[in-house]
């Protein structure tokens, strides 16, 4: 078998990626801890108790930025791709460091990732012109730059609103890459440039969570939530553009996690009458955490995403009817199990009332 990518040994790329993540982070761990560049505790929004150094991100970023310079093709879209990244992951940064005292306004927020997006699209040519649903081809045409920004600015308000829990975020975004390269090798299409980005960040990610992993000694902030969110968004888009991926199943069902918790923070904070951004500590990973223990929340929440992305490879080595049955059961098992907690519905307010 050919582990290599573009001339480069596939386990060389991750891990040469993961030693420098590894090293970048710790570094950053104490540069944030020297400029007080820290994560405070907060009752109505965070579970930590106390200070935490915020700058994880920024090492990601740097292992990145290394794994392009030794690994990855130098192009257009490379280029775009180079300067949106960059862009998303300031933004983040002056959140981090400003909150504490004058948090940015969403709409400012929402404003930039639009840019950043459209840095992707309109100059990379970054487009999700068609793709196949349960089936039937889907050809976008002239909503094709539109759709694809949406789905760069709504996978990086995904994967930052689930990063509330040590772990989660950097293993979810993890399990992503590593599910993206598989199938690459499963289908031959180790050259592409989805799969060497799926490879860098992998290493990456890995590397952050050694750092990050319960009990974390780092948060990665929302410079490095954000950051992971557009690459993932990116790596979801260049997987069409290279007929890695065809169906918009599969990297819906690898992010099965993330879509459904903001689409229930939505869902619940309409009907509480709240702003859609309005922050809380009713997420999935806040109702396990009501059950378990962190480390347990983690895992389980792990198990699920694995699920469904061992599902997914299945799906991808041709098993479409059996795999249909199975994401049916898996949407269904974890659909009942968030619908008895509190995640859209305050189901024990009443109870507390009656014992009151």
């Known amino acids: 078998m050919d582990f290599t990518v573009n001339g480069h040994n596939i386990f060389m790329i991750v891990g040469i990626t993961f030693l420098a993540s590894v090293i970048f982070v710790e570094m950053m761990k104490r540069v ?10 907060n009752e109505k929004r965070k579970i930590h108790t106390k200070p935490m150094p915020m700058l994880g991100g920024i090492g990601i970023f740097f292992a990145f930025i ?6 990855a093709p130098q192009n257009n879209l490379m280029i775009a791709i180079l300067i949106s990244s960059f862009l998303i992951m300031l933004l983040g940064l002056f959140d981090d460091m400003t909150k504490s005292e004058t948090p940015m306004p969403n709409k400012y927020k929402v404003i930039v990732q639009l840019i ?9 040519g970054l487009n999700l012109t068609k793709a196949t649903l349960f089936g039937f081809t889907l050809n976008f045409g002239f909503l094709s730059p539109i759709l694809s920004i949406l789905i760069i600015v709504g996978t990086i308000n995904a994967i930052n609103l689930i990063d509330g829990l040590d772990g989660l975020c ?3 975004a993890s399990i992503y890459f590593l599910t993206i390269s598989i199938i690459g090798f499963i289908l031959n299409k180790f050259g592409g440039l989805d799969i060497i980005l799926s490879l860098i960040m992998l290493g990456s990610t890995l590397g952050y ?3 990050n992993f319960p009990p974390a000694r780092i948060y990665q902030g929302d410079a490095g939530s954000t950051f992971l969110g557009f690459m993932i968004s990116v790596i979801f888009l260049l997987g069409f553009k290279t007929t890695t991926l065809t169906s918009l199943i599969i990297p819906c069902l690898i992010l099965a996690i ?3 918790d903001t689409l229930f923070a939505i869902i619940r904070r309409k009907l509480k009458g709240q702003k859609i951004d309005h922050a809380d500590k009713e997420h999935i990973h806040h109702q396990f955490l009501k059950k378990f223990s962190k480390k347990s929340t983690l895992l389980f929440i792990y198990a699920i995403n694995l699920l469904f992305s061992i599902t997914t490879i ?3 080595l041709g098993y479409k ?17 968030i619908l008895k907690t509190d995640v859209i519905f305050e189901r024990n307010k009443k109870t507390v009332k009656k014992k009151k």
């Open 209 to 211: 969570l050694v750092h």
């Open 66 to 71: 290394l794994g392009y310079m030794l690994f």
């Open 314 to 316: 299945f799906y991808t």
């Open 170 to 172: 950097g293993g979810i």
């Open 116 to 124: 950043v997006a459209a840095i992707v699209v309109f100059y990379g």
């Open 321 to 337: 009817n059996e795999v249909a049955v199975c994401y049916v059961l898996l949407i269904f098992i974890v659909l009942f199990l």
């Open 32 to 41: 944030a801890i020297f400029l007080k560049v820290l994560d405070y505790p």
């Open 258 to 260: 993330p879509i459904m």
